[in-house]
Each structure stands twice: as C-alpha cells, then as structure tokens.
C-alpha cells in the first residue's frame, strides 16, 4: 500500500476507526476470502459501507464477544482470512479466555482489531478505555501485537495482514480524528521492524501508537534546548524486534512513553530486556498511571497525564535538568 501527503491529511481529518472500514473496502476487492465479524459495533468500526458492499463478507455476531472469537476461529479454520472488531477492553478480558485456547494454542490466523485503545474513547470513560490491554494480551503465547502510530501505519498493517499468514494477531488502535501524523511520505513496511523516526545522541525515546505524534511535535523545541533525541517507533511489541538491544546499549538514557498503564506495556518490555542483557543505562517509563482517572475529550485527557506534545518535553527536559 502506497500514499502520498495528501492522503495522510485525508487519513488523519477521517480518524483510526473510519479508516480502518476504508482500508478494509480496498483489500475486499482484491481478497474474496476476506471476513469480517463484528461485535454488533459496523458503524462504530468505520464498516458501514463495507456491510453493503460486501454483505457475505461481513458478519455481525452481536454483543457476545466470546461467542465472536469462537466463529472467528472456526472460519479461519476453513481458510478464510478473518479480522475481527470491538473495543479494546471487550475484546482484551471478556474473550480472552476464547483468545488464549482457540487463537494462541490453536494459533489460528485471526486478527483482532481493538477499537478505542488507550484514552481515545474519551466521555465513554474508563469501561471503554483500553488501559491494560497489552499486559493481557503479551502473556498469551504465538500472538503478535501491533500498535499503529497513525493512519498510515495501520494501512500497511492491515494490507501485510491480510496477505501474509502471520498468525492470530492483536492490531491496537489508538488515536481520534484530527491526531497527528507520524508518516508523512511513502515508506517500507516490514513486519515486526523498528523503524527509527529521528536520529539523535543523547537521549533514546521508544515508544508506540497515536503518541508518537506527540513526541514528534516536541523534538524541535527539544532541539532548542540542545537535547538531540532519537525517536523510534516499536512498530512491534510481541514479537519485539530484538534488534533493539543493540541500540539500547547506545544510549545512557532512555524514555518510554506510551498511552497504557504502567504495568506490562511497553515499559516494562524494555525493562525486561535491560535486566536480561545487563545493560548499564538509565530507563524511564511515562505512561498511564495503574488507577482509573477521569472522563473527557481526548485532548483534555492527554495533557491531563502529560502525555501531550507540551507535557512530553517538560518530562524530557526535566530528566536533563536532574
């Protein structure tokens, strides 16, 4: 899949939910084996043209999540190529029980695509917020984990997906309309591959998801203040590349960030692999905090945690400061 400037301003203005339906429009033309199944939530998944168009390649299951991950699996079985939608928490705890024997052990090729990850289904609040997802999803074995930065980024995903067997996979979407772009010109996706944003010296910043446009929004003033950070998107969490380790060496410190709590999410991946390779550096892990907070627009809720391109360089600037 191929783009230019023009479609990532379309892209970002239609947001993750509505461009995951278009993107889903375009690969059904060339896949008749793909299915969808949806948790009753085809217009809340951007799938409402994709229901018309494609009326026996879309299946709505109700609200019966569990149920879902069983037919899910059955018809990959029979080797369809098969994604799956609902919000990030349903999806992650009321199937994950279905998710863990029927796609990790079974490893049937299933793709969940997680609506409203992180804080992004903001006055729905705290039921609909994905916070723990990863944590859950990282500890069930043969499940890939995928993250998408923004539009883009979920367009090669989907595209990679859908015509290569990967295995069960769990595709995170964060962000809302309007987020900002993190890839602006074409690019090479490659399955499970880091890809470094910007090059910098003195400091290593991982991270992954919607947030990434944050951070990319704080470098120059970062570069103002004589902090030249390098900023690489995990474009995979599990199966992370383990060319990482390499350069986590590089770098005396190294931040995290990312819109999931602060227990086994991205943070904690990289703690594990400072801890396994005796690697001698200084890491920090901004993140949501293990609590339920407060109900708002998106906007409101990043900068409420400090996860906004403002609050993203006070953290940063302040590490330097100490």
Request: aromatic share 10%; charged share 20%; hydrophobic share 40%.
């Amino acid at each position: 899949m191929n783009f230019n400037s023009t479609d990532t301003k379309q892209w970002s203005r239609m947001g993750p939910r509505a461009m995951f339906g278009r993107f889903m429009l375009d690969i059904a033309k060339k896949n008749k084996k793909l299915i969808i199944l949806s948790a009753d939530l085809g217009r809340s998944s951007g799938l409402a043209r994709f229901k018309i168009e494609f009326p026996n390649q879309y299946i709505s299951i109700g609200i019966s999540e569990q149920n879902l991950i069983g037919v899910a699996s059955g018809l990959a079985d029979e080797g369809y190529k098969v994604f799956v939608t609902s919000f990030a928490p349903f999806l992650s705890m009321r199937a994950s029980e279905q998710i863990r024997m029927n796609l990790g052990y079974m490893k049937h090729n299933v793709n969940l695509v997680a609506l409203g990850s992180g804080l992004s289904m903001g006055f729905l609040g705290n039921s609909h917020f994905g916070l723990e997802d990863i944590a859950i999803m990282r500890t069930i074995p043969n499940l890939n984990i995928t993250c998408p930065a923004d539009c883009s980024e979920l367009g090669k995903v989907l595209n990679d997906y859908a015509f290569n067997d990967r295995g069960p996979s769990y595709i995170r979407l964060t962000g809302v309309p309007g987020s900002v772009n993190v890839y602006e010109k074409n690019y090479k996706y490659r399955f499970g591959k880091n890809i470094t944003l910007s090059k910098g010296s003195d400091v290593l910043i991982l991270s992954h998801g919607s947030i990434l446009g944050q951070i990319k929004l704080s470098l120059n003033t970062l570069k103002k203040k004589k902090i030249s950070a390098e900023l690489v998107n995990i474009v995979s969490l599990k199966p992370i590349d383990e060319s990482i380790t390499k350069l986590l060496s590089k770098y005396k410190k190294i931040i995290t960030f990312e819109e999931h709590t602060t227990v086994g999410g991205l943070g904690s991946i990289i703690a594990e692999k400072i801890l396994k390779y005796k690697i001698n550096s200084q890491l920090y892990s901004f993140s949501l905090p293990d609590k339920f907070g407060p109900t708002a627009k998106y906007d409101h809720l990043l900068k409420y945690h400090g996860l906004d391109a403002s609050g993203i360089t006070k953290k940063i600037i302040n590490l330097f400061k100490k």
